[in-house]
Nanobody, 119 residues
Framework: QVHLVESGGGLVQAGGSLRLSCAASGNIFSINSMGWYRQGPGKQRELVATITSDSTTNYVDSVKGRFTISRANGENTMYLEMNSLKPEDTSIYYC?????????????WGQGTQVTVSS
């Protein structure tokens, strides 16, 4: 069984910074791509950023230049450094990972961490 646990969310003023972490644990053979998604109040879940196993990154336009995704493969951990935060970044942030467990590929989600940006 695999678990993804996010941490690092909280309340911050506009212009501030937060760093989210996502730790994967369990009977993991390998982790392929990972990503951060978010879901704001009354909105659909949207992709924020992704990172492949060779650390190729991709960002949604609204966070380019402000957010940085990274991963520590040896620790099965992913991060999202968020700078110059805006009220519209307020959302629940979810970690996602494509993981091979016992030869079976699966897509896993964390429980989410709340990020609130006040104006």
């Amino acid at each position: 069984q695999v678990h993804l646990v996010e941490s690092g969310g909280g309340l911050v003023q506009a212009g501030g910074s937060l760093r989210l972490s996502c730790a994967a644990s369990g009977n993991i053979f390998s982790i392929n791509s990972m990503g951060w998604y978010r879901q704001g109040p009354g909105k659909q879940r949207e992709l924020v950023a992704t990172i492949t196993s060779d650390s190729t990154t991709n960002y949604v336009d609204s966070v380019k230049g402000r957010f940085t995704i990274s991963r520590a493969n040896g620790e099965n951990t992913m991060y999202l450094e968020m700078n110059s935060l805006k009220p519209e970044d307020t959302s629940i942030y979810y970690c996602n990972a494509n993981i091979i467990v016992s030869g079976v590929f699966g897509r896993y989600w964390g429980q989410g961490t709340q990020v609130t940006v006040s104006s």
